[in-house]
């Protein structure tokens, strides 16, 4: 877990597993009570969270691309350091946080008294906002897949320049490779398309509609879905980018011995005799070469036999 590119798995399962714990809950109470019943202070967090978690996680799937396309590409540059890494990891959620700070500043928690009922709800500035989750929604989607789209096209790319340089026409290691980086692609565009689209749906409806217009009624149908399937592309990007590395499974097994049981049956080898003919069942040493000998007899011995 000491490398580079395994340090940037982390972290993005990191902030996926934060927007799983701190994030997902919070639907299920605003979706089941009529008013916010989470406080001030929450009404401000809540989106903070949300924006910090997942844009860390796509900052750290940006530099796990980026770091791929070094290694490939550029074989001969400089390779990061790991005190270069947490360096970048630092940065990555300080970023987050800088780009999650609008949702903090520009939400507050209202209350409107009726005749015998007290509304409460978090509203927001819905102009400025408008904009600002135009741009998330950019970075949240559009950037990570150009980049992934750019880095694994050019993966692939020097790939055959490497099968034209070693004139070789499929190389079997570079067809493995190759084949495992257009699965990845693949998985990755699949998991976007599903998850994200009917979020983006959902905001761009509620901040770019007419103001005097009312939302539809398909709004409230759709508005919890569309969160829940954000939470589950979060549990799906672990999987993609952990579980189908080898070197990241390898290190997460030496890592975490204990949450693996060691096979206690250890399977021992036959004995593989060479007998003699005086001491038909005495074994001798089975060296690298003693299965190509054959055993030697000498002229009087083969004649006393006969």
């Given amino acids: 877990m000491r490398t580079c590119t395994n340090i940037f798995i982390c972290n993005m399962a990191l902030a996926d597993l934060m927007t799983i714990l701190c994030c997902s809950w919070t639907i299920i109470v605003v979706d089941a009570y009529q008013n916010f019943i989470l406080g001030k202070i929450y009404c401000k967090l809540d989106g903070f969270f949300h924006v910090t978690f997942l844009l860390a996680s796509v ?18 540059s ?14 990555t959620w300080v970023a987050a946080m800088m780009c999650a700070s609008p949702t903090a500043i520009w939400r507050w928690l209202q209350t409107r008294k009726w005749h015998d009922y007290e509304e409460v709800w978090c509203n927001e500035n819905g102009f400025i906002l408008k904009y600002y989750w135009l741009m998330i929604l950019i970075l949240l989607v559009y950037v990570p897949l150009t980049v992934m789209a750019v ?20 190389h079997p290691l570079k067809m493995k490779y190759r084949k495992k980086v257009i699965k990845v692609l693949f998985m990755y565009v699949l998991n976007y398309l599903a998850f994200w689209v009917l979020f983006q749906v959902v905001v761009l409806y509620r901040y770019f509609k007419p103001p005097q217009q009312e939302l539809a009624p398909w709004y409230r149908k759709v508005y919890f879905p569309a969160h829940v399937l954000t939470y589950a592309q979060s549990a799906i990007n672990p999987i993609i980018y952990g579980v189908c590395n080898e070197s990241f499974r390898k290190a997460f097994r030496i890592t975490f011995r204990c949450l693996f049981k060691k096979n206690k049956i250890r399977p021992t080898a036959a004995p593989n005799y060479v007998h003699s003919p005086q001491r038909p069942n005495r074994p001798t040493f089975n060296s690298k070469w003693a299965s190509c000998r054959r055993p030697q007899y000498s002229r009087d011995r083969i004649e006393r036999r006969a």
């Fill in 59 to 76: 900052f750290s799937l940006i530099i796990i691309s980026g770091d791929r396309l070094l290694g490939i590409v550029f074989p001969f």
């Fill in 78 to 91: 400089r390779r990061l350091s790991r005190g270069q890494a947490w360096i970048i990891v630092v940065a």
């Fill in 151 to 170: 880095a694994y096209t050019a993966i692939i790319l020097q790939l055959d320049k490497y099968e034209h340089q070693l004139f070789l026409r499929e």
